[in-house]
């Protein structure tokens, strides 16, 4: 038996291997879609595009823009003369928040009055509008006690009865990056093993060779794991790639154990393994086993937390979640990066996977042995 699943292994190692655009999809791509991903899915809010719309055109409102400017959070790019000007800015998308300093700024600080200005902003996005005006109110409050009027009477004011002082674990500069990058490892290795399982399969029916093997005396059991263990091993090649340049690349250190970390990318191969197996028994052609995969991809995807959060997701969604690996090894994996937790803290994520993986498997395999019967 371990004769015939090893020169299963060894053909489909050179199968694999021989041609040099997959052996580009196996190691090259999922380096590329890291370091893309890693840059590019992002929710930090920085050099925000701002019109400042200054009618005082005093020492004091340069300042205030000068504050700005230097936080690093916002970019002057217009200067509007007029209110038309900066409208049609922010309907042509040129700037995303828009400045209004009115006359009269500076007196108003200097007698201890207070200033309005007014701060205009595009809430297409709302996330990036809502930080947007976050930021400007932090740099317009710490601007203000700068320069707070000297004639106001502030030895009268009372201080504070209560002082937040706040702190940030785990991911102590709250960049999002730290966040994500672990979560589009695990996107990864789900795009690659779904890939490479359910077409390998569906490549030996369409080239002929099924048949051929059908009639050895290799047993479906031994042809099931001669298919499928050579993309385990890829696929842990492939998360050992991209785990080293999430390290070296993006220096996001590893807090927990990274044995079980790859224990925890056992359990999900398992899923995603079976998965792929499941969708070669349903496909006659390539083209339908990749159409197939991005079936089962997207809404992934979608419905593991990797972008939204789950508990903002409708009841129905949210139930529909428990039966995605996807949703449990991104929480190993983050829990591993960045806090550092092990197996008492992580038992339930790694049952479930056990649990879903182990179900996966065999019903695909139950229905490859009958398509093989």
Known sequence: MWERIYRMLVKEFIQVLRDPRMKAMIFVIPVLQLIVFGYAVTTDVDHIRTAVYDLDRSPESRALVERLTASGYFDVVARPDNPRERDERLDRGEVVIALQINAGYADHLASGRPAVIQSIVDGTDSNTGTVAMDYMQRVIADFSKAYAAPAADLTQAAAPPVELRSRAWFNPDLKSRNFNVPGVIGVIVLLMSLLLTSMAIVREREIGTMEQLMVTPIRPIELILGKTLPFVLISYVDVLLVTAVGVTWFHIAIQGSFGLLLFGAGLYLMSTIGVGLFISTISRTQQQALMSSFFFYLPA?????????????????????????????????????????????????????????????????????????
């Open 301 to 373: 995807v979608l419905l593991s937390g990797f972008m939204f959060p789950i508990s903002n997701m409708p009841e129905a969604a949210q139930w529909v979640t428990y039966v995605n690996p996807l949703r449990y090894f991104l929480v190993i994996i983050r829990a591993i990066f960045l806090k550092g937790s092990g197996l008492d803290v992580l038992w339930p994520q790694f049952v479930a996977l056990a649990v879903l993986g182990a179900a996966l498997l065999s019903l695909s395999a139950l229905r490859f042995q009958k398509r093989m019967a």
